[in-house]
């Protein structure tokens, strides 16, 4: 057995302590945290607020009006856009589909002009709605 040759994994693995001694780590880190859950009553009302901001900003485009929703519905998506899908508890499934219904309706009646900052925020925030829908099927009762 040749010691001379030791694998750099396995060198990376032992560190010295100024008294010289030899320790083995097991590699292993604590795992880091990761976003905190969001539960169905933080996400619900976010989803019914992004609804009626999208509709809003809807109307407000086409009416060439002040653009107060607009602004308001970029806060909204950013909070969307960090969502990780896995982390949402229970969201309400109806809610989930509103919104992303009307944001598909807003993003199909923005003019055909370079990707705005909107447009790329409600992209995003739709892969997340998009996710949320599959992994929590809408059940409609008829």
């Known amino acids: 057995?040749?010691?001379?040759r030791v694998h750099t994994s396995e060198a990376s693995r032992l560190s010295s302590y100024?008294?010289?001694?030899?320790?083995i780590s097991t590699g292993s880190t604590a795992p880091e945290p990761g976003p905190?859950?969001?539960?169905?009553a933080a996400s619900t009302p976010l989803l019914r607020r992004c609804t009626a901001l999208a509709a809003q900003a809807r109307v407000?485009?086409?009416t060439e009006s002040r653009r107060s929703a607009t602004a308001e519905l970029d806060g909204v998506l950013r909070e969307i856009e960090s969502w990780v899908p896995e982390q949402v508890r229970a969201p309400d499934a109806t809610m989930v589909a509103l919104a992303a219904a009307a944001l598909q309706d807003l993003r199909e009646r923005m003019s055909p002009a370079p990707t705005s900052t909107l447009e790329?925020?409600?992209a995003r925030a739709l892969e997340?709605?998009?996710?949320l829908m599959a992994s929590s099927p809408l059940r409609a009762l008829a």
């Open 60 to 62: 407000e485009l086409l």
């Open 36 to 40: 905190a859950p969001v539960t169905a």
């Open 1 to 4: 057995m040749n010691l001379d």
């Open 120 to 122: 790329g925020r409600i």
């Open 128 to 131: 997340v709605l998009h996710a």
């Open 18 to 23: 100024p008294a010289g001694s030899p320790v």
